[in-house]
């Protein structure tokens, strides 16, 4: 038996969820919201609130519960941390995905709702005008999800090496040749930093590329995790582990590193990496939920997935191309360019 | 599809500015090496007599009629402007321009990708610099002509 949670409202007994708006959890039935620290108290008084035994059987991967609003079947898999049932719209949130080892530290509630992640979607397809017009009008949202995102957000302190190739030119005239030397420079830097809060997608359903194209978020505004901010959204558990993350993290500090070290070779008018080494001083990393919007829409049976940082709205997708209206913007501006010279060459003597 | 079409479009171009420029180059070639300079036999400003007939150098029946010909000096005559040489330039540098506004364009729509550094998590001020190093390994001197730009003054 897993345990099943959702919030009922005292007042109506309708399903509480959270809102971004308001940060506080809301009835949408009746209108009555309940901040989130009142709320961590009642948690605390157990039978205040709705924790029911729902029944489960896992087949394979597949963990089937009952919802205890209507007891229709809710289908989830093996990672899924909090849902909906299809049949009454009831939020649940399997609470034993969420906890013990898979108890997150921090969540960043959602900041922005499902209308503005609409209109962004809007916004972002108004300035795609070389998209294919059809997908442009008849383009029909499929299914948008609030979904928490598992994430590693991993503290170093890094001690790196870099070494680098730099060049110095002087160039001077004597008669009617002009000289340049080129001076080689063998370069060597070491140093120590720090990063903060480094995030590595902890979910493989999660596209890492669309996670990491919607930072950065803002880890400033995280609260320690309340089952109750799950309400009303999809949420994960991580199957990613802290270890493998691990190898994701060191890729990215090594490069700011060898980045942050060539800044401080100056004086020189080319510098060029050989290598970098990275070694690890002191490594942290804190389980944490963060907050996408996925959109999701179908164009010639081809699925196109947006996402938006539920936080800060940054909204990213890739958009498919139509090669006419590419064709007749290669054949402008060529066109276009070409005349621009030529009256210009003209006006200039140079033709 | 649209990469098909887009490549076609490209290569079709491109095919046509190559065409037109070894067009351009055989032409320009065929005038300079193989057909005489006008100008160089005809003197237009040279009046006829009455009464005399008017005979082509080449024609002429004693060869030594025929003036020396003076040698043909590119220096001596101002360097003449060549318009389908600058048209074709112009054309070039615009499917360069507009090639790369077309990759930019297309790039653009394609902006899911992964990040290759953590540049915003590095702590400000928290760079130490342990170890600097710079060492001298060899230099080059390379020379250059200097163009004097009043030759044809």
């Known amino acids: 038996m897993a345990e099943l949670m959702d919030y009922k409202c005292p007042a109506c007994s309708g399903a509480l969820e959270f809102d971004p708006a308001t940060q506080k959890m809301l009835c949408p039935f009746c209108g009555s919201s309940y901040d989130m620290e009142e709320l961590r108290e009642k948690d605390a008084q157990a039978g205040e609130w709705t924790s029911a035994k729902a029944e489960e059987w896992d087949d394979g991967n597949v963990a089937v519960y009952r919802c205890e609003s209507c007891g229709g079947e809710i289908v989830g898999d093996e990672t899924t941390a ?26 960043l ?12 979607l809007k916004q972002y397809l108004g300035k795609k005008k070389f998209a294919p017009g059809a997908f442009l009008r008849e383009n029909r949202i499929k299914e948008i ?4 995102v598992p994430v590693w957000l991993y503290d170093s302190d890094i001690h790196a090496a870099a070494s680098f190739e730099a060049t110095r030119k002087r160039t001077w005239t004597q008669g009617d040749t002009e000289y340049t030397e080129t001076s080689y420079y063998d370069v060597y830097r070491e140093g120590d930093m720090s990063f903060a809060n480094v995030p590595v997608d902890g979910s493989t359903k999660m596209p890492e590329d669309l996670l ?7 880890f400033g505004k995280a609260v320690p995790f309340q089952t109750a901010y799950l309400a009303g959204y999809l949420a994960d558990k991580y199957d990613v582990s802290m270890e493998t993350g691990a190898a994701r993290v060191n890729e990215r500090m090594q490069k700011s590193a060898e ?6 070779v100056k004086n020189f008018d080319s ?11 002191r490594g942290v990393a804190k389980y944490v939920l963060y907050p996408v919007w996925m959109l999701n829409t179908v164009y010639r049976g081809e699925t196109y997935t947006f996402a938006m940082n539920g936080q800060s709205g940054k909204f990213v997708g890739n958009v498919p191309v139509d090669g006419g209206k590419l064709g007749g913007l290669f054949a402008g501006v060529a066109v276009g360019s070409a005349a621009v010279l030529f009256v210009l060459g003209k006006l200039l003597g140079m033709i | 599809m649209n990469k098909k079409l887009l490549s076609c479009l490209l290569a079709f171009t491109l095919c046509c500015v190559f065409a037109f420029s070894a067009a351009a180059v055989n032409v320009r070639t065929f005038v300079a090496d193989v057909a005489p300079p006008f100008e160089e036999n005809y003197d237009f400003d040279e009046t006829v007599p009455e009464g005399e007939t008017f005979v082509l150098y080449g024609e002429a029946d004693d060869p030594a009629q ?72 060899r230099s080059d001197v390379s020379e250059r002509t200097i163009e004097n730009k009043n030759t044809n003054a």
């Open chain 2, 66 to 137: 025929v003036p020396a010909q003076a040698p043909s000096s590119e220096t001596d005559t101002p360097q003449e402007k060549s318009p389908v040489k600058a048209v074709l330039i112009c054309c070039v540098i615009g499917l360069v321009i507009a090639l790369i506004v077309v990759l930019s364009v297309k790039s653009s729509y394609k902006p899911v990708r992964r990040r290759s550094d953590a540049a915003e998590y590095l702590v400000d001020g928290s760079l130490q610099v342990t170890a600097s190093n710079e060492t001298f390994i």
């Open chain 1, 212 to 218: 990491e194209s919607v930072e950065p978020f803002d």
């Open chain 1, 109 to 120: 509630p959602f900041q922005l709702e499902k209308k503005e992640a609409e209109q962004k």
């Open chain 1, 259 to 264: 980045d942050t070290l060539r800044k401080t």
């Open chain 1, 82 to 107: 909090a849902t909906a049932c299809p049949f009454c719209g009831n939020p649940v949130v399997m609470a034993g995905k969420v906890s013990g080892e898979f108890k997150p530290e921090f969540v």
């Open chain 1, 145 to 148: 999800r609030g979904l928490y």
């Open chain 1, 271 to 281: 510098v060029n990496s050989r290598s970098t080494q990275i070694q690890l001083l």
